[in-house]
């Protein structure tokens, strides 16, 4: 029963804390490459750009001395959201939106994100440096122990605050943009315009318009998932960056431009990780004596190191893309 | 003052005009109704009327407003809907959405044109829920047709609205055709059922090679000999 527990601290809130992650990402990168058709490679950075927002403002917010019963990295959060979609808008605008007028390729596009993903690097580092921040230097981090009232059970289920806060933090998000995309006139556009931009068009659909709001959600979402990521673990320059792949991947798997795909390949992504690099030992501790005697227990028995965790999102992607390029999802509205 | 006015149009996808002078004059009242060979220019017409590509030269009045270079989302507005030829449906939205979508430049109460063109085709009122890309090919048009009337436009252009249709269902579009325009909405459509649909035009424009090559009300198109070899099968 205790190592029943140990997997599921590991493996099932790991998956569903690293899933959430993965479908905040994903989300936007589906999002954008819907409407605009490129590939946003500089998606990671606008999460990590989005944890250092929310760092900043914290800063200020501790500065002034309140006392906040939820981690101030949180409290802010809103206001970091508005912020990274205003930036959002900002780079689109600077950078992608002159390309495209001028009717750059898609490829041009994936190409000027990657010069987005150096130059926010760069920013970051210029003003941050390289080094690690805590979200929980002015407070404590706290930890939720749940004991189960079972007999011999020693060991609780456990997590952290900010885990909590982040699931239910993309549980609101997921059922916000559910409506957004299925209820508002904007976001019915938005799915319009995905299907058939031309027709959009002849629509009289405004198409700029949707650009925007996309810009605005992907980015916001975006700064979410940073923040929450940095709750989690901490903050880095390089937070998101190493963490875009398997983010693509689960867009892919989800079939490019459908969001509902994209949250549920987050969610398989997450869980495959963490399935894969978990020490399946552990669980079969308890049968050592049901075991063949030629059978030994390994200390660790796990399918991938977690060193090369990556791996398991790069393997699922070559998976998918040999498969069932269109993605798992394909026929699913939007 | 017509409605839609086109003087001299050129135009074309690049640098080469696909266009050569293109006259057509059409009123509230009319149906017309273009006909021509395979690459005439006929898609090409509607085309350059909606601001979907480069009008070189020439000029389109539209409802008394100079229109040549305006794009799609403010012509919408003023009055005027398009068809295409192809992909005319949002595929992955149901039957309604696709509607609302015809609707998107309206921020009054939309029910009313609603219910008229459920009226007009009781088919999609029963898979109002169901993805377009799931219907007929009779009932996707229909669904196009629905999504154009949704903006209450004066002018509805339709390219082909009829291809690849049974002749049960080009007969019903046909039929709605002329209650549209019997409602007060002007009509611009290409067709290649050119017989059927010269039938009911008021005015005719045989294009070739991008250019007009007779004009006349659907009855003398069909009663020109030189037509009717050349263009209508004999
Ligand atoms: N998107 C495009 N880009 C470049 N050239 C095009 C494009 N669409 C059509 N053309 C060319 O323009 C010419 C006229 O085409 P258009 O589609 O207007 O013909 P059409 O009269 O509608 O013929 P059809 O009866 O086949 O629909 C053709 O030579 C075609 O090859
Ligand atoms: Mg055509």
Redo the contacts between chains.
Sequence with gaps: MNDLIFFFNQAIIGGVVLGSIYALGAVGVTLIFGILRFAHFAHGDMMTLGGFISFVLAGIVAGLGIAFPLPIGFIVVPFAMLIAAGLALGIDKGFYAPLRARGAKPVTLLIASIGVTMMIQGLIRLFFGVGTYSFFDTQPKVLHRIELPFEGVTRPISFSEPQLLLVISTIIAVVALHYFLTRSRLGKGMRAMADNPDLAKVSGINTKLVVRVTWIIAGALACLAGTMLALDVSLKPDLAFNIVLPIFAAAILGGLGHAYGAIAGGFVLGFAETLAVFNWSVLLRPFRDNLPEWFEIPNTLSLVQSEYKLTVAFVILVVVLLVRPTGIFKGAST | MSLIDLKDIKAGYGATPILNGVNMAIDASDIGVIVGPNGAGKSTTLKAI?G?LNVMDGTITFDGRDTTRL???R???MGLS?V?QE???????TVH?NL???A??RRDDISGTLDEVYEMFPDLKAKRRQ?AGELSGGQRQMVAMG?ALM?KPKLLMLDEPSAGLSPRYMMEIFEQVVKINAAGVGILMVEQNARQALAFATKGFVLANGQNRFTGTGQELLDDPDVAKSFLGG
Excluded: K, Q, W
Excluded at chain 2, 87 to 93: K, L, P, Q
């Design positions: 909606f979907l794009e799609a989302d012509l919408v507005p398009f295409p992909h005319n449906v949002f595929t992955s939205m959405e609302e979508m015809g998107f430049i993805p999504r903006s």
